[in-house]
């Protein structure tokens, strides 16, 4: 374990924080509705932990309380098969790798949604498995740095289980096994530390570094799929050339 890590400087993770509100609201709303199906019904946070990263996240977005409620009384209400996960794998412009998570209530709309934007902006719709052998599964955790050192947050970190350790401005990055998500961010609550964020992701295991030009064509690409409803996260190994 480093006190620096290079996951970030290639890592391409945009979520719900990049597009209006309303339609924040409505795809927290379905992460929510999904973590209380898959836990069971289970609508206790403290119970079920994917409930609670998509209440942390849904607070952190300021979605109204009610707007909750009425999302974990759906999941309650949803018979088998009416809300599913899925993952979508294929290929941006200039050959970048890309995972795109979605819940959807459809899935014939949704993949048909998602394979018209790879085919429209030059991209390859690919099968499962072509490209999430090129990215890792990963907690990461966020927390504010208030009073402590990274050395700090580093120790605690490590004898938690994490993996690695960044600075980001005011706040630190902990990255962790997905398994251990959980027990980690518990440990550095306990410990006084203010958890900003903590939820799963993909981190490309390589990158492809593209100039300013290309990158922007990528992002483009990607912009269009995070604006589909359905769409919770999208990730490449898009990585910038520096000047």
């Known amino acids: 374990m480093s006190g620096h890590s290079k996951w970030s400087s290639i890592k391409r993770e945009k979520g719900v924080a990049d597009v209006k509100k309303g339609q924040i609201f409505t795809k927290l709303a379905k992460a929510i509705t999904i973590a209380v199906k898959q836990g069971g019904g289970i609508a206790d946070p403290t119970q079920n ?84 052998y090129q990215f890792s599964q990963m907690g990461r955790v966020t927390v504010k740095k208030d009073d402590k050192s990274l050395e700090d947050v580093f120790l605690l970190a490590a004898d938690a289980g994490a993996e690695d350790v960044e600075e980001d401005g005011d706040e630190i990055v902990i990255l962790t ?26 981190i490309p295991i390589n990158g492809i570094q593209l100039n300013k030009e290309a990158a922007y064509k990528v992002d483009a690409f990607i912009a269009n799929l995070e604006s589909l409803d359905d769409v919770q996260k999208v990730y490449s190994n898009l990585s910038y050339e520096t000047d």
């Not at 200039?94 to 934007?117: F, H, L, P, W």
């Not at 096994?177 to 993909?202: C, F, H, M, T, Y």
């Open 177 to 202: 096994p997905a398994d251990k998500l959980a027990a980690v961010r518990e440990s550095l609550s306990q410990n006084g530390l203010s958890i900003v964020e903590a939820s799963l992701i993909r």
């Open 49 to 132: 932990f994917k409930l609670r990263l998509a209440m942390d996240r849904a607070q952190e977005a300021n979605m109204p309380k009610e707007n909750v409620v009425r999302a974990i009384d759906k999941a309650k209400g949803l018979s088998e098969g009416e809300m599913e996960e899925i993952l979508y794998e294929g290929f941006a412009p200039m050959g970048v790798s890309v995972m795109v998570e979605a819940v959807t209530d459809n899935s014939q709309r949704t993949t048909a949604e998602v394979k018209n934007i790879f085919n429209k902006l030059g991209g390859s719709f690919g099968v499962p498995g072509s490209v999430a």
